[in-house]
């Protein structure tokens, strides 16, 4: 296992090396430009028009190259999760030819943005394997994805587009009051039947739950920081739950709740894990149905 670890320490650290970019993220590939998004304006706008035919192909090059350097160790040559690190993590390297991806802008079973991946791979998982590539050059980080991206067929499967995002709307703004009011969306919702009544991961339904490839899934303990992958933030907090994680049984709750209701939840959920005072969520009785 110590092996494992200074592996997986230098890759964490590879990005240091890594030729320093100067750019804004790019586009990264053609299949984005189909997409529909709503409310919060596109979140690709930003990016550059899209490549020419030869360029494109050069990008994919240096995307190939790093990811078999750096990724193929976990994600496996061909992206199929089976790298030869992947037996040792207890939660399993994201298998790309699925294109099942959790942290997502998109609604519940479509493909990530650009921007999700984006984010993924600079970001990491925390409390998984999956290293934050924080330092690498934003442009290698595209040619990445254009070549993450080639590795399932739907991404080039025009039935997959428009993309629709999930709209942010006006945070709820964190009080007493809205963490009080997402204490009881939580047990209106049902999220302690997973995640428990204090929020700890201990609910009844929590065992035997797998992912779909079969993996075991682990319930994380919302009132552990530590637990979170990405739910750093309200906003983050908010998307997880209005997406969905795709290939887990963490459901998307866009049609059951409203949007004010979400965002209390979020500010629940954060105060579960920050026992900030006096918003602290668990001084709100947390036995109440
Ligand atoms: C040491 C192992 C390891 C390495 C190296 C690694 N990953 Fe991962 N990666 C993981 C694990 C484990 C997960 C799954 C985490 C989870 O499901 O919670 C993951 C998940 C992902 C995801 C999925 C995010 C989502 O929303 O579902 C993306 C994208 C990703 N990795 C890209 C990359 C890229 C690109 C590289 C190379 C630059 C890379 N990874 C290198 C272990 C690794
Ligand atoms: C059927 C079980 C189930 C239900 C119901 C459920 N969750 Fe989850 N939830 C999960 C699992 C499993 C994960 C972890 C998925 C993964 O990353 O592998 C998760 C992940 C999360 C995360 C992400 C934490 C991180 O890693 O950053 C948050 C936040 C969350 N759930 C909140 C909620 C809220 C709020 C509700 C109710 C609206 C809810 N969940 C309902 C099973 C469930």
């Not at 207890?90 to 999700?116: N, V, Y």
């Not at 997406?243 to 629940?268: F, H, I, K, Q, V």
Request: glycine share 10%.
């Amino acid at each position: 296992m110590a092996a494992v670890v200074v592996i997986i320490a230098g890759y964490a650290g590879a990005g240091a090396f890594l030729p320093s970019g100067d750019s804004f993220p790019e586009q990264s590939g053609p299949a984005q430009k189909n997409n529909s998004v709503s409310a919060q304006g596109d979140p690709n706008s930003q990016m550059n028009p899209p490549l020419s035919h030869a360029d494109s192909i050069e990008r994919m090059a240096i995307g190939e190259k790093y990811y078999s350097n750096i990724c193929s160790v976990c994600h496996g040559d061909e992206g199929k999760g089976d790298g030869p690190v992947a037996k040792f993590l207890k939660i399993k390297p994201r298998d790309f030819t699925r294109a099942q991806f959790k942290f997502r802008s998109t609604a519940s079973g479509q493909l990530p943005l650009d921007e999700d991946l984006y984010g993924s791979i600079t970001g990491g998982m925390p409390g998984t394997g999956m290293p934050p590539f924080a330092q690498m050059d934003p442009k290698i980080v595209r040619d990445l994805i254009m070549y993450v991206k080639s590795l399932s067929p739907r991404f080039s499967d025009p039935t997959e587009y428009p993309l629709d995002t999930v709209k942010i709307g006006t945070p709820v703004p964190y009080t007493t009051e809205s963490v009080r009011r997402g204490r009881a969306v939580y047990v209106k919702a049902k999220c302690w039947t997973c995640h428990g009544m204090q929020g700890k991961g201990d609910g009844p339904a929590v065992d035997n739950q797998f992912d779909d490839k079969g993996n075991k899934l682990y319930t994380p303990d919302l009132t552990n920081a530590w637990s979170k992958k990405v739910g750093f933030t309200p906003e983050l907090v908010y998307k997880i739950f209005s997406t969905g994680l795709n290939g887990t049984t963490m459901p998307s709750y866009r049609d059951g709740l409203t949007e004010n209701e979400r965002w209390d939840l979020a500010n629940y959920v954060i105060a579960l894990s920050e026992r900030r005072k006096p918003y602290d969520g668990l001084d709100i009785p947390q036995d109440s149905q």
